[in-house]
């Protein structure tokens, strides 16, 4: 059974950083893209970075150049990286694991991060 547990949500003034880790067990697999994704209140849930198991990175537009995404497979983590929060960045930051062969994706329980302006 996939577990996905996230820390280091938190509230932040604008300008300031804050770092998100999500360490996975049970059988991920060797090929997989890991990712966080975020969920303002009254919007759709939407991807904020995602990594793969080699290392290739894909951002939103909208993070670009403020966040980095990283992994570290032997401890199954993966991190975010957050410079520049602004408060548009509010929202509930999910971890999500997406299996090379399988139909469906493992989510966290979600992380709030609050930007204060």
């Known amino acids: 059974q996939i577990q996905l547990v996230e820390s280091g949500g938190g509230l932040v003034q604008a300008g300031g950083s804050l770092r998100l880790s999500c360490t996975a067990s049970?059988?991920?697999?060797?090929?997989?893209?890991m990712g966080w994704y975020r969920q303002a209140r009254g919007e759709q849930r939407g991807l904020v970075a995602a990594?793969?198991?080699?290392?290739?990175?894909n951002y939103a537009d909208s993070v670009s150049g403020r966040f980095t995404i990283s992994r570290d497979n032997d401890k199954r983590t993966v991190y975010l990286q957050m410079n520049s929060l602004k408060p548009e960045d509010t929202a509930v930051y999910y971890c999500?694991?997406?299996?090379?062969?399988?139909?469906?994706?493992?989510w966290g329980q979600g992380t709030q991060v609050t930007v204060s302006s």
């Open positions: 990594i793969t198991t080699g290392g290739v990175r």
């Open positions: 999500n694991l997406r299996r090379l062969g399988f139909p469906y994706d493992n």
């Open positions: 049970g059988n991920i697999g060797s090929v997989n893209t």
